[in-house]
């Protein structure tokens, strides 16, 4: 009845009360959506965090993180393991090559440019393993950011995250930076909710013993000092 009255005043004014009320109903259900949602990630989360470890995610930024890795599968670790732009391929083969480490479980993905990408472009292989309990692999100098990432980014698809760090030597490319961390912790809050719908996927996700090490001869390579690599000489020398 004081609608009625109100539309005879002042028509746009009832349109405008309308326009209101369906806003407010479509406040509460994003709030409770939303609600539902985190309650649910956060009950899996927690199922998660009990269950044994199930994948490896190896940050580049030092060809260190790749050999700690192959000692480890060298001494019997059967994860999956995969490794976002990390080293050059022929001296991430190499690296595992000298130890005798099976290669079968490594998997390569080179799109990456930053710590941002070596989550989104991970996510999609992890979820195609089926990852619950992730390994991330990297440098003290390297957290908090890795981990806050880690946590945002994988964690908003329900994959509870270990970090696992390696000491360096020397001053690995990942260095911390204040302002880059607040910003990159804003990206990835939006990716979280948005990388529900839709991902971005690294078409250069490849197995490690794809690597032709011949191939990489012919056009040229360096490996970082550290690794120790002797590199293989031209055929006749």
């Not at 080293?87 to 005798?100: H, I, K, Q, S, Y």
């Not at 490594?106 to 070596?118: G, I, K, Q, R």
């Not at 804003?186 to 991902?199: D, E, P």
């Not at 013993?209 to 011949?214: F, I």
């Amino acid at each position: 009845m004081i609608l009625r009255r109100l539309a005879q005043f002042s028509p746009s004014l009832l349109t405008w009360m309308r326009h209101q009320r369906w806003l407010r109903w479509l406040r509460w259900g994003l709030v409770v959506g939303v609600t539902i949602w985190l309650s649910s990630l956060t009950t899996q989360l927690y199922r998660h965090a009990q269950q044994p470890v199930d994948a490896m995610l190896v940050l580049g930024g030092s060809i260190r993180r790749e050999i700690v890795v192959a000692d480890a599968v060298a001494q019997g670790n059967s994860l999956p393991i995969l490794i976002s732009h990390g080293a050059e391929p022929p001296c991430t083969r190499l690296v595992f090559e000298r130890v005798a480490a099976p290669m079968d479980r490594v998997w390569l993905e080179t799109c990456a440019e930053s710590t941002f990408d070596n989550y989104r472009y991970s996510l999609p292989t992890l979820e195609q393993w089926r990852t619950r309990h992730v390994v991330v692999v990297t440098s003290p100098t390297h957290v908090p950011r890795a981990a806050w990432l880690a946590r945002i980014l994988l964690g908003s698809h329900g994959i509870w995250v270990e970090m696992q760090l390696v000491e360096e030597i020397g001053v690995p490319a990942n260095v911390e930076n204040p302002l880059k961390t607040v910003l990159d912790i804003t990206r990835s809050l939006g990716w979280a909710v948005f990388s529900q719908l839709y991902q971005l996927r690294c078409p250069t996700v490849f197995p490690l013993p794809s690597v032709d090490l011949a191939q990489w001869r012919q056009q040229g390579f360096s490996c970082e000092h550290q690794a120790d690599i002797q590199l293989p000489q031209p055929e006749g020398e």
